[in-house]
């Protein structure tokens, strides 16, 4: 059986700033790209806090999941870019408020810089389709 790779940026996601698409698919495993705190009603940012970012980052990773029948209980693993470190007990309220009781493995990086100005962090994620596995939560 041959997998094919299938890309996409759904219509109510924020538009991506360079030559990409948000998602790419093989079979059942999902990987969105570097997400920024972009609300795709208005094209401004959802905030100019960490919080608020992060908030909109995971509506847009659920947008996101959905197109390709996922959630984020199917979510595997998160890479998590800050600007500052500072922000890392604010992000984390945000990731648990929007995460529930889900905890994969993750990653946070201190960055020096991000494309946008006033983006405070972006994220990335991997993930497998709702057919691929039942979330196990320990």
């Known amino acids: 059986m041959t997998s094919r790779v299938e890309t996409l940026t759904p219509p109510n996601t924020p538009k991506p700033i360079g030559p990409y698409n948000h998602i790419a698919k093989v079979g059942e495993h999902i990987w969105i790209g570097g997400t920024a705190g972009f609300d795709p009603e208005t094209g401004q940012l959802a905030g ?57 493995a993750r990653t946070v990086f201190a960055v020096q810089e991000l494309p946008k100005p006033g983006v405070m962090l972006t994220m990335n994620l991997t993930a497998v389709t709702r057919q691929a596995t039942s979330p196990v939560t320990r």
């Open 48 to 104: 100019a806090d960490v919080a608020s970012q992060t908030r909109q980052i995971f509506r847009s990773f659920e947008a996101m999941l959905a197109a390709v029948d996922s959630d984020l209980n199917h979510v595997t693993h998160i890479n998590v870019f800050l600007k500052h470190m500072s922000d890392f007990d604010a992000m984390n309220e945000a990731y648990v408020e929007m995460m529930g009781e889900h905890r994969p």
